[in-house]
């Protein structure tokens, strides 16, 4: 069976942008939108043109830079919104333009105070708006998530008669369960006339921790495209973490689905992006976190340093990361003494490794973690000279 592309819609310089205190000038979201680019995702959104002048002023000179992706500017369901995002987007060599409107009873009822019709007739008028700037228009229906999915595929039906060439599907709330979320695409696929037209696409967030998860069943259950940002970043909880999609599909080949990422950037644009923000990456973050290949039992250590295969599933060098980490503690074993004293010059035998092993956990019971100072140390206090071999 031949592999079936999923699209990476990365949304890091708009929706990541939306985390308090995480703002970004014009400059520094031109460097992550080369990065982006050179990443390989399929579309960069780059902002809300409308929200401010200077959002403005980001998309515009983002659309002129970026050769590869298409660039996607958000609006609502508004004439004014989308006549701006047109004129942002108009150097793109690629542009889209990302509509909509909320779909759920809850933002009909209480956002909006209006009726399903109306709502229908609004999306439908966006999008076909939309469509008179440019060719590609996606449409995006806010609190897909917790929306009657009878109400859902035909708002869907109708936006892609007017044409839209993707259909955005949010779990706005991060609310739905991978199952839920799964048979939600499952449905639309088989409940929207003429979806083959449009693109299916997974906008998860995370205020349960499912974002990843949900995007995954999105996908399997026929969704070709996933909107994610860098290190999850996001709105409240962060959004769907576009390192583990990309290698969730990469380490399933079964699934027959993959991406256009150049996964060994992952590393070093998860650095560039925290430290543009000023937003560290927890260290037990999958796949970018410093602890992600970094291996402190003793257990653990002797298996890795036999044979990585047996701790870990990813090969670190895949993602950019040089190599695994094995960290000296009070837990780690004589193999992993042995292995990290030979990187710093020493070739133990074991009758000496027995001996500076009773000293390194005198060590290690008075410290956290043994750095190679403290090796250093250990074998002064032995008098073993660097390459010394019994």
Known sequence: MSIEKVQIFDTTLRDGEQVPGCKLNTQQKLVIAQRLDELGVDVIEAGFPISSPGDFNSVNEIAKIVKNATVCGLTRAVKKDIEVAAQALKNAKKPRIH???????????????????????????????????????????????????????????????????????????????????????????????????????????????????????????????????????????????????????RQHPYLNLDTNINTKLLYSTSRMVSEGMGMPVQPNKAIVGSNAFAHSSGIHQDGVIKNRETYEIIDPEEVGVTESAIVLTARSGRAALAYRAKKVGYELTKSQLDIVYEEFLVFADKKKEILDEDIHQIMEIHKIDIKATA
Do not use: W
């Open 99 to 249: 509509t909509g409107i909320g779909t759920s009873e809850s933002h009909i009822t209480h956002k909006f105070k209006a009726s399903k019709d109306e709502i229908l007739e609004r999306a439908v008028n966006a999008v076909a708006y939309a469509k008179t700037f440019v060719d590609d228009v996606e449409f995006y229906a806010e609190d897909a998530g917790r929306t009657d999915n009878e109400f859902l595929a035909l708002i869907c039906t109708e936006v892609i008669k007017a044409g839209a060439t993707v259909l955005n599907i949010p779990d706005t709330t991060g609310y739905c369960l991978p199952e839920e979320y799964g048979n939600k695409i499952k449905y639309l696929k088989t409940h929207v006339q003429d979806i083959d037209k449009a693109i299916l696409s997974c906008h998860c967030h995370n205020d349960l921790g499912l974002a990843t998860a949900n995007s995954i069943a999105g996908v399997i259950n026929g969704a070709r495209q996933i909107e994610c940002t860098i290190n999850g970043i996001g709105e409240r909880a962060g959004n769907t973490s576009l390192e583990e999609v990309v290698m969730i599909l």
